[in-house]
């Protein structure tokens, strides 16, 4: 093996020089301003009082493939095995906001998620669960509206009222110019239906997060983790900017914002990520947007294991990296936490991957001793000091992001993806250099890995979601959903607010596809100026 750069050790992924040793002197605290009790402003200790010693954060596992039949068997089975929350993955045609018989779609149908076309699939998705019972997350951003207000219209098939429904729809759609590229609209009115979502679920679903401000896919591009925080930060204040700018206060909305971040391998970066953003979020929240509530400042956020770490060779030793990151979600604390099974690296989870990774969080819970006490890691030298490196190399690129004239602005002038570029192509070096290791790859290798039973999606699976929307698209009333489609097309080019036309789509069985040409006909599509 190569010999290694001492320097490289001695620093974080980020970059961040971390020194031999921390103490009193290179790390001065003062305790009320810098971290401040669990549950009390700045919240770098936690956002409530109790944090895991009073209540265990939610365990989500990530689950759809197939026909929205199949993963309605997967979640059945996870609730069983002791999840406590659902969080739902739909296939490329759903997140491009396409329906399973588009051409686009041909060989992606049910591929890397459950393909949902219409209301029916929700009922489907969703038999036998009572959404009074269960939170749910949708990881779903261009056409989040939509995907909204199936789920909406299938608790209504329930008898359940929106305002009984909890869970958090992602629907962070500047992320996906920066990182994800799944989008469908140009970023202005894009921009204005997250708008459109916000104000209405603040009105009508006071238990819903409508929008998880999301860093996790910007970690998974190839940023860093001073990257991560600050353009997600900076995304969520955009949104608060918005909300703003449109006559709500700020205490109306702000406490159900939610965020989602990446629990990378780095586990004290890791760590320090978290406890400054919570700060950070509240100090601006404050500060800067007059927030008066508590829970305008206080920062809930979900928790996912990093997917970028999972690696194809030796597989089983994903579940070593899986449990390392989880146990810094959690000393991180989070609300709630989505463990990656060992097997990802090759294709979507079998039902024992998933096993084993419900159980990584549940032995963290109930075995290791780490929520018996409440930020067991607060007041360490080398973490206060970390969190404070975290801070201000955010406040940095804020700064930066501000002389540009906003997020949207950098975005379209291509400096977030271009930072982020540059920090993955720095890690690629750096691993080709073997001054990054990852285990089984650059080294520790070992040859001919034992064959590993994958999950594979059946290529009937495509004829069949395909078979059940041209009946539902002959069953239905078409009449209704010309009108309901012409309405919402109408609607786009005023300033009315779109969610109540789109739920009217919705009941009228429109499909996903249907109600996304309907906007592009007026909004047009989003296309990325190249970054060189």
Request: hydrophobic share 40%.
């Amino acid at each position: 093996m190569a010999r290694r750069d001492r320097k490289a050790l001695h620093e974080t992924l980020s970059g961040i020089p971390v020194d031999p040793l921390y103490s009193p002197e290179t790390t001065p605290l003062d305790y009320t301003r810098a971290l401040g009790d669990p549950g009390a402003y700045p919240y770098t200790r936690g956002p409530y009082g109790t944090m895991h010693r009073g209540q265990l954060w939610t365990m989500r596992m990530f689950a759809g493939f197939g026909t929205a039949d199949e993963t309605n068997e997967r979640f059945h089975y996870l609730l069983k095995q002791g999840q406590t929350g659902l969080s739902t993955a739909f296939d490329m045609p759903t997140l491009m906001g396409l329906d399973s018989d588009a051409d686009r779609s041909l060989g992606e149908v049910g591929v890397e998620g459950v393909a949902v076309d219409t209301l029916d699939d929700m009922e489907t998705l969703f038999a036998g669960i009572d959404l009074a019972k269960v939170t749910t997350s949708m990881t779903i951003n261009a056409p989040a509206a939509i995907l909204l207000a199936f789920y909406v219209a299938t608790a209504e098939e329930q008898g359940i009222p929106p305002e009984r429904l909890g869970g958090t729809i992602q629907t962070d759609i500047l992320k996906e110019y920066i990182a994800q590229k799944e989008w469908c609209f140009p970023i202005e009115p894009a921009m204005r239906l997250v708008g459109d979502m916000i104000e209405w679920a603040t009105g009508h679903m006071p238990r819903w997060h409508p929008i998880s401000i999301s860093g996790y896919h910007i970690r998974e591009a190839g940023s860093t983790a001073q990257q991560e925080l600050a353009f997600t930060l900076k995304d969520g204040f955009t949104y608060v900017e918005q909300a703003i700018a449109r006559g709500m206060d700020v205490d109306d909305f702000a406490p159900r914002l939610s965020f989602f971040f990446n629990a990378h391998i780095d586990f004290f970066e890791e760590i320090a990520k978290y406890r400054a953003a919570r700060r950070i979020w509240a100090r601006e929240m404050r500060d800067t947007y007059g927030a008066k509530r508590d829970e305008s400042l206080r920062m809930r956020f979900h928790t996912q294991t990093a997917g970028v770490s999972l690696t194809a060779q030796q597989p089983q030793v994903n579940i070593i990296r899986t449990a390392i990151e989880a146990l810094a979600g959690v000393l991180g604390g989070t609300q709630s936490l989505h463990t990656n099974s060992y097997d990802e690296a090759l294709a979507l989870p079998t039902e024992d991957a998933v096993r084993i990774a419900l159980r990584t969080q549940q032995v963290i819970a109930h075995e290791t001793g780490v929520t018996n006490t409440i930020d067991p890691l607060g007041g360490s030298y080398f973490i206060e000091k970390l969190t404070k490196d975290m801070e201000d190399g955010a406040l940095a690129y804020f700064r930066t992001i501000d002389a540009m004239g906003g997020m949207v602005e950098a975005i379209e002038r291509g400096f977030p993806q271009q930072e982020i570029a540059e920090s993955a192509y720095r890690f690629q070096q750096a691993f080709e250099r073997k001054e990054k290791i990852m285990v089984g790859v650059n080294a520790f290798v070992q040859q001919d890995d034992p064959p590993l039973e994958i999950l594979y999606i059946d290529e009937s699976t495509s004829d069949t979601q395909l078979a059940k929307l041209e009946a539902l698209r002959r069953s239905r009333n078409q009449d209704a959903v010309t009108r309901s489609l012409d309405a919402l097309r109408a609607a786009a080019g005023t300033r009315e607010n779109l969610m109540p036309r789109i739920l009217d789509a919705v009941r009228a069985y429109a499909t996903v596809g249907e109600m996304c040409d309907a906007l592009r006909d007026v909004w047009g599509e989003y296309e990325e100026v190249p970054i060189i």
